[in-house]
């Protein structure tokens, strides 16, 4: 199993993103996937998940209505496009694949992690 990010980068304040996360090696359609970040002397934290057949999503109070979380079991993607990025939006994002279809808010719920992609706002 593997997880592989990208589209992260460098972005002043307002900006936007879209990161992607490109799934291996296990059935994508079957697993509710997140979206962590880990900002630098901070815990990992969630920023975002989605139930594997994308019925119900979550996403952390602090991105509410600037990010956006989406997949395609077709084309076995998950994106997150981040609008509005704040300075405090700066952190290594990582996609992570859930243990089964149903996503958790608990890290340790999750069992695949990618290696993630950088996002840095500053102006």
């Known amino acids: 199993e593997q997880l592989v990010e990208s589209g992260g980068g460098l972005v002043q304040p307002g900006g936007s993103l879209k990161l992607s996360c490109a799934p291996s090696?296990?059935?994508?359609?079957?697993?509710?996937m997140g979206w962590f970040r880990r900002a630098p002397g901070k815990a990992s934290g969630l920023v975002a998940a989605?139930?594997?057949?994308?019925?119900?999503?979550y996403y952390t109070d602090a991105v509410k209505g600037r990010f956006t979380i989406s997949r395609d079991n077709d084309l076995d993607t998950l994106n997150l496009e981040m609008n509005d990025l704040r300075t405090e939006n700066t952190a290594l994002y990582s996609c992570a694949k859930s243990g089964g279809p149903r996503f958790s808010l608990a890290p340790h719920s999750y069992d695949n992690w990618g290696q993630g992609t950088q996002v840095t706002v500053t102006a």
């Open positions: 090696g296990f059935n994508f359609d079957l697993y509710a």
């Open positions: 989605m139930m594997s057949n994308g019925d119900s999503t």
